[in-house]
Nanobody, 120 residues
């Protein structure tokens, strides 16, 4: 019903920047919430940043002041601008969306992930 495709990951040195993109497609009436999670080797998946259903933003404490989430509603796309990257930001970054696909039907969807590697 809904597909999420991430892009923009890669290898960057500490202090550098990357911008991730996530485009949603499929049967989308509206996107209630959309954001980014990450999972480092041996660790649990964690929230990085997201838009809530009310349009506000949430950030993990570890990325506040460095990462910025934004969106292009016309393209059903959300972005994550990552500045001042640190080695501890190394992880697979996953896009997640809560999407209304029908009346009274909201589903969660995950992208395949994009690798971000920050070298020291």
């Amino acid at each position: 019903q809904v597909q999420l495709v991430e892009s923009g990951g890669g290898l960057v040195q500490a202090g550098g920047s990357l911008r991730l993109s996530c485009a949603a497609s499929g049967t989308i009436f509206s996107i209630n919430a959309m954001g980014w999670y990450r999972q480092a080797p041996g660790k649990e998946r964690e929230l990085v940043a997201r838009f809530t259903s009310g349009g506000s933003t949430n950030y993990a404490d570890s990325v506040k002041g460095r990462f910025t989430i934004s969106r292009d509603n016309a393209k059903n796309t959300v972005y994550l601008q990552m500045n001042s990257l640190k080695p501890e930001d190394t992880a697979v970054y996953y896009c997640n969306a809560q999407v209304r696909v029908a009346y009274s039907s909201i589903i969660g969807s995950w992208g395949q992930g994009t690798q971000v590697t920050v070298s020291s």
